[in-house]
């Protein structure tokens, strides 16, 4: 309860002599009096601490520190209360127990921020305490508290996940104030790293919460969050919406700072959007307001506004000179985003005016700076969709087991019930609903892992596209870059030179390859269908096969009459082909027949088998196989792409693939594709 | 022949800038489309717009091609992405990741398409 005092303000009542009393039950009358007599009970520490002698079954040193810290804590002496968390820990001793010792840690880290020194109390929170406090009732708020340490750290990672698990907690535990709380920090991390459905799902949900009670600086600051999420996006027309009801919010609760903060906002969406509002007007009363308070970090970001609006009012002079002034060197701390959204625009506006060196300098601080910002923002956006998925599994387990305890919890009721009315009638009635409450539960509970794991597949599927799309505007310049290289004169006149650049264009082709592979996947790639004779492609790759699959194994192919014609892009089907014949090769230990089997299947599709004697599939492992990164083959040898990748062909071709397998028998896998119709 | 070339990664933009330009092409850069219908509505009248799809801002390169192509229908239009997805048929896209070699030789039959505007004097080579 301690915590979520100092985290959230405005809560239940502080109880902390009974958050005491679960961890130092033998201590209940202390606590009780640093509760109700602070002053006293510090005198009753003090007096324990300088007895030298000590008897069995008396608080530890320790113990008698950490009751000291908190009761100067609850008489607002914070400096003191360190001092005594500090001795606290210098009087451990191994026979404290370990709860002490953390308990210890946490106060000290709560201190800590309390005076501001926040890198000091992420040390002291240790990176693993949040777990080892897990039998505290107030897990969901230790993770909300180190969720924002992290965030102010800027371990946004770390920070999501804490927030997550918090929010996740708090709602099944029915605390909607934490929940609301964690929610909205994840809301401002998703938007970060665009996964704006989300953080407009998690906004909309604080701004209903919020609009029923708990007065208007809460709801103002769920419509900032909203109007942040909407700037994000470029919708200005949203964006404005929010903070104007942020503002009108405020200004009736007469609150003036909080009141600039949404002219300050509404600024930098008029700013952006000058068609809509006066956005001079605006900006200037917003730049005047914030002068007025001190408020630096505002002051320039005011001025960086104007600037904008003087630049699209074509005064390129009036804005360079407004953005000299708002990212000139004295210290002031500006978000990163906004100083190179006005770089940008300087190095713009100083070209106008025909500045050309100022503009390149300006130019090449924001290539460095954003190149940097991309390549750790994809790492960090991967990192958090898998934190997302990880922390939506564990949810779910955690809903299937409250699920079952409710259905054992039925169960022992109706058991009652059939004792006291022994009446045929309703002991069946009771056996009925169970049966059917039964069937029903566990066939949701199917379907529910079921939509889970397309989502998971879907979002994978999109980030992996995303990914995939970076890395061919990357693959581009290199190739660029390489060509450039090849056509100077010292690159052609030295051979070693011209060898070195060969092979690195082959590499980057190598690469590109791979991508385009993994848009196949993504159900992204780009394919250009046309009427392909299977029977003439399979002889034109045959030699390809053959060498595919050795000496080893034999390879066999046999073509219906009339020739089935499939309508697919060919380059793919190859690759296709390609992978299937590989995949039944080392299944082969010690070699055998591979046979690919084409013929027409009801006139609309056609179908292709490779069938392979190899080693088989037990059933787990078919259950697998066309999942994406799934492979059983050693490190090194498989991507775990190459079935997932023909089923995406597949089904972005329009036809399907299916999958059958014996154990030391051998596997079947059939591609249907769409039949070319005369 | 004079060439606006609409990219938003600043690295590929460099590239392609200096690839064009060793091929003797004149080159604008714009970083994004609404930056580029800027350029335009500013006068400037290149003879292809090489431009990039998917971008920031309130216009997306196809935006971008559509309204060029009802304003100066005689100007070559050359797309290219890194998506799938955003081939509607009704202008050639390059995909990424192009060799040069690729790129230029689209540039070329997209220039030789395009038929030069009464009296501005481009020449079709």
Redo the contacts between chains.
Sequence with gaps: MLLCVWLLPGLAPPARAGCYADLLGKDAPFAERIEHDPQAAIALIDAQLSAPARGTGRPSRAHLYAMRADALESIGNVDAARSAVEAGVQALTPADDALLRRRLRLTASLLLKEQGHLDRAMIEFGPDSAESLGDVPDLACVLYYRGSLRFRAGQNVGAAEDFMRAYQLARNLGRAEVRLLAGQMLARLYAKYDLYTDAHELADEAIGFYSASRGPLRLADAFFLRGDINLSQDDYVHAADDFLRARALLESAALPLEVVFAWQELCVTASRDTRRMDASAVCREAYERTRATDDPEGVKMMLGALGEIAFRGGHPAEAVGLWDRALGDDGVDFPPRMRWRFHRLRAQALTRIGDVAAAARDENYCLDALEADRSARSAEQLALLHVKFETSFKDEELARSRAEMQAAELTISRQAFIRNAVIGAAVLAVVTVLFATRMWSRRKLAVDARKAAEQQLAAVGRLTGGIAHDFNNLLSVMLQALWLLGRRASVAEDSVACDLVSQARRSSEICADITSQLLSFARQQNLVPEAVRLGACLADLRPLLERTVGSAAGLYIEVEEPEPVAWADPRQLSAALLNLVTNARDAMISGGKILIRVCNDSGRRVRLDVVDDGCGMASDILARAIEPFFTTKPVGRGSGLGLSMVDGFATQSGGALSVSSVLHRGTTVSLWLPAMVS | MHVLLVED????RR??E??LT?AGLRVTVA?TAD?AMTIFEGGLRPDLLLSDIRM???LSGLDLARWTRQRHPSLAILLQT????L?TGEFRVL???????MLLAAVRESLAGCTPEPGDGAVVK
């Design positions: 990664h600043a690295l590929l590239m392609l200096q690839v060793d970083e930056q920031p801002g309130q890194g998506f799938a997805d081939d995909r990424k990741p192009f060799a040069p070699d």
